[in-house]
């Protein structure tokens, strides 16, 4: 799926599909949910992924003359603060939040936190791995969720979110085949626990 004004595309590794009931695009930034193909599409024929986990990816704006490579040096300190775990409580709360693991290949960083706060989206555990990188003119946020009824094991959501990464980086490349956009909501609900405040990204950077 190509979201945000830019065209930026978002896909998963094989067996991801994504819910457009559940994908908001606002033009500057998106939300896109993915789960099994065959739960999505109600076809038991369709592809299923290798793990029972949901991907979502968040695209926000970035600084223009910052990107999110600058800031990785950074970001497992911010993180680990107050500030940066109340970023990504999905209640805005610090208190939620333990960051387990944090690091940084090439231009990607990776973090694993567990967020005991609610989730709008059902039946996820609190434990997830999430990744960001620049992806053209955004910011991109990756995130695998487990479930409560079927937990992901640590490496297993890892594996899973580089494959989500790379995947994105791919299909973001120059030369890559275009993927018409999807008819999706106009305004989106900007859920905590990504970077879509660029005023705060800003901070990070230390500007």
Do not use: K
Not at 121 to 143: E, P
């Amino acid at each position: 799926m190509s979201v945000t004004s830019d065209m930026v595309t978002v896909t998963g590794p094989e067996g991801f599909c994504v819910d457009p009931d559940s994908t908001r695009d606002s033009g500057d930034t998106a939300f896109v949910l993915m789960g099994n193909c065959a739960v999505i599409s109600n076809r038991r024929s369709a592809g299923q992924p290798a793990i029972p986990a949901i991907l979502t990816a968040s695209l926000s704006e970035a600084d223009a003359s910052q990107t999110l490579r600058d800031a990785i040096p950074d970001l497992s300190a911010f993180f680990a603060s107050e500030e940066g775990r109340q970023l990504l409580s999905r209640a805005g709360e610090a208190d939620t939040v333990e960051v387990l693991d944090s690091f940084h290949q090439g231009d990607v960083f990776y973090l694993r936190a567990s967020d005991s706060s609610a989730s709008e989206i059902q039946n996820v555990s609190a434990d997830y791995w999430r990744s960001y990188l620049d992806v053209g003119d955004r910011i991109a946020t990756l995130t695998v969720l487990g479930r409560d009824d079927s937990p992901v094991s640590s490496d297993s959501g890892l594996q899973t979110l580089r494959e989500f990464t790379r995947a994105v980086q791919l299909a973001n490349e120059s030369g890559a085949a275009p993927v018409a956009p999807a008819a999706v909501p106009a305004s989106p609900a900007q859920p905590r626990g990504t970077l879509w405040n660029v005023g705060l990204f800003r901070r990070i950077m230390g500007g």
